[in-house]
């Protein structure tokens, strides 16, 4: 095969892309010319689409301070929905930008991550390996992947929109679109059945509109969990500061049952479990004391179940305008979720 290979300096061919509202501007930074962005989440793309089914995107990167993020974007669907990879000064995180939220809050781990040492201020080679099924993200001249997904969040899209996003000041320059040979990623689903044994929540009814929209009729969207066993809200509704949306789930179990349910969310939390509210909080971004980021183990609370058909209802509550969402395990070995016919499919 014959590589097909695109370059853009990203400093003296911006006609070439669409900038949007990322007031990205060249700039230079260690001597060496480059794109500089700083304004938060934000994107630019490349306006022709890649054709390639297999292919390579590297940059050369650089976070001047100890707070910031660049990243590589590819398989976007719009200008709100898109796969991102970036680099922090101390690691390189998947982050899928949902209805134009990050999500970093639900997918977070092993699966997701890799830490570094601090790579502050100085210039580095990063580039991601697009492949059927995933990504391998790569670091300098390391041949071996620092990160490998399997679980692309956008449902595996390659063909699409390419660019690059950042998060406070941040530079990138020498772009490149690479085909490469074919080396497929074999995708891993969601185990729903997995996530059910270990008493997860997995089926979830969401509220069509947010709360505070006043709608006195609400028709209910059935959601599943992802596969770390996270409801993620953004698939659903665009996280804004003071939204508000009411979930929740119906099941059976065969008998009465003492167990102790344990949760996280993200931001602000009212539960209730058969009626009776049982606990309310707050976890957000708020470093370096709080990550925000949603743990099913964050809280506990001790649950007496009835015999038969139990609730759990929730008002999930956005502050920060990334990730929302929630993650619930009821400690019980066995339930069955009770099906809403006039629910709406997702």
Excluded at 297 to 311: M, Q
């Amino acid at each position: 095969m014959t590589a097909d290979k695109q370059m853009y300096s990203l400093w003296d061919d911006l006609e070439r892309f669409d900038l949007g509202d990322s007031e990205a501007i060249p700039s230079e930074w260690n001597d060496k010319k480059a794109l500089y962005l700083e304004k938060m989440n934000s994107a630019v793309f490349l306006r022709d689409e890649v054709k390639y089914n297999y292919f390579r995107l590297q940059a050369e990167v650089a976070i001047p301070g100890e707070v910031g993020f660049i990243g590589l974007v590819f398989g976007a669907k719009d200008p709100g929905n898109y796969e991102l990879v970036y680099l922090a000064p101390v690691e390189i995180q998947y982050d899928p930008v949902v209805n134009g939220s990050m999500t970093w809050q639900i997918y977070h781990g092993p699966s997701y991550q890799k830490p570094l040492p601090d790579m502050t201020g100085a210039w580095h080679k990063f580039s991601l390996e697009v492949q059927p099924g995933g990504a391998r993200v790569f670091l300098g001249e390391n041949k071996e992947p620092a990160l490998v997904l399997t679980r692309l969040q956008h449902g595996g899209q390659r063909l699409g929109r390419v660019g690059v996003w950042s998060f406070l000041p941040s530079y990138i320059r020498n772009l490149v679109i690479e085909e490469i040979p074919q080396a497929p990623i074999e995708p891993e689903a969601t185990d729903l059945r997995k996530l059910k044994s270990e008493s997860f929540i997995t089926e979830w009814r969401v509220s069509s509109s947010l709360i505070q929209d006043g709608a006195k009729d609400q028709t209910w969207t059935k959601a599943f969990v992802e596969e770390n066993g996270t409801l993620n809200i953004n698939r659903i509704h665009r996280a804004k500061p003071g939204a508000t949306v009411e979930v929740k789930s119906d099941f059976a179990i065969e008998e009465e049952e003492e167990t102790v349910l344990s949760l996280g969310y993200s931001d602000s939390i009212r539960l209730w479990v058969n009626g009776k509210e049982v606990y309310q909080g707050d976890w957000c971004w708020s470093p370096p004391y709080h990550d925000g980021r949603i743990r099913p183990d964050f809280a506990s609370v001790p649950i007496k179940w009835r015999k038969g058909a139990n609730s759990i209802r929730a008002e999930l509550s956005q502050r920060e305008s990334f990730g929302w969402g929630l993650a619930v395990k009821t400690g019980l070995s066995k339930m069955t979720f009770i099906n809403d016919n006039d629910d709406n499919a997702w």
